[in-house]
């Protein structure tokens, strides 16, 4: 069972946020189960994951939750690509409903880009690697594109001609450590006084 402390703290706030969606009036009962298995093969360093889920022991015993933990990737990578790619990080409203616009925005711009990408991309195998689209520079040209737009079919055939010029090298079985940093505030210039 969780504890929740209702109206644990008070700050000053604006009148437009509304912290109370996260006071419950009652108690409530969470179930859930931790799995803890290896992620690398027999014979290396000892890597393990622990996962916390609510699904069912029966149906997703063990095994069957090591092979979906390896299906989230493409799930984490969307997320990345949404908020570092796509600024989705920031959010340049206070009240609900525009943040809520804001990520709507988002998420219309990650498909427009990925589906762009999709149909610009050819099989480029020059080289020791495959090479794919860099998303980054295919949302940067994007931007471009909406702010300079005609929306002609010639425009964005030039989009397309324009997003395969950046390609990346696929290197498959690639391992970085995570380089930490500290997150720094990005600032909106057209908040300043003049």
């Known amino acids: 069972m969780i504890l929740h402390k209702k109206h644990h703290y008070k700050a000053v706030r604006s009148k437009n946020t509304r912290d109370q969606r996260w006071d419950f009036e009652d108690m409530c009962d969470v179930r859930f189960r931790v799995c803890k298995f290896r992620i690398n093969p027999p014979g290396s360093d ?17 095994a ?15 997320f990345r690509e949404l908020k ?10 206070k009240k609900d409903q525009f943040v809520y616009m804001e990520i709507y925005a988002h998420f219309a711009m990650y498909n427009a880009v990925s589906l762009s990408v999709i149909a610009s ?6 080289g020791k690697y495959q090479y794919q689209i860099d998303f980054k520079m295919a949302c940067c040209i994007w931007r471009r ?13 030039q989009l397309l001609l324009d997003m395969a010029f950046y390609l990346t090298p696929i290197r498959p079985g690639r391992k970085d450590k995570r380089n930490l940093k500290v997150k ?8 300043l006084a003049a």
């Open 64 to 78: 069957r939750m090591k092979e979906i933990y390896h299906l989230r990737w493409g799930i984490e990578t969307s």
């Open 84 to 93: 570092y790619d796509l600024s989705g990080i920031q959010f340049h409203s």
């Open 184 to 191: 720094l505030v990005v600032g909106f210039p057209y908040r």
């Open 46 to 62: 000892d890597e393990w994951e622990v996962l916390i889920t609510n699904l069912d022991r029966n149906e997703y015993p063990l």
């Open 145 to 157: 594109y909406f702010s300079i737009s005609d929306n002609s079919d010639k425009s964005f055939t």
């Open 121 to 126: 991309s050819k099989p480029y195998t020059q």
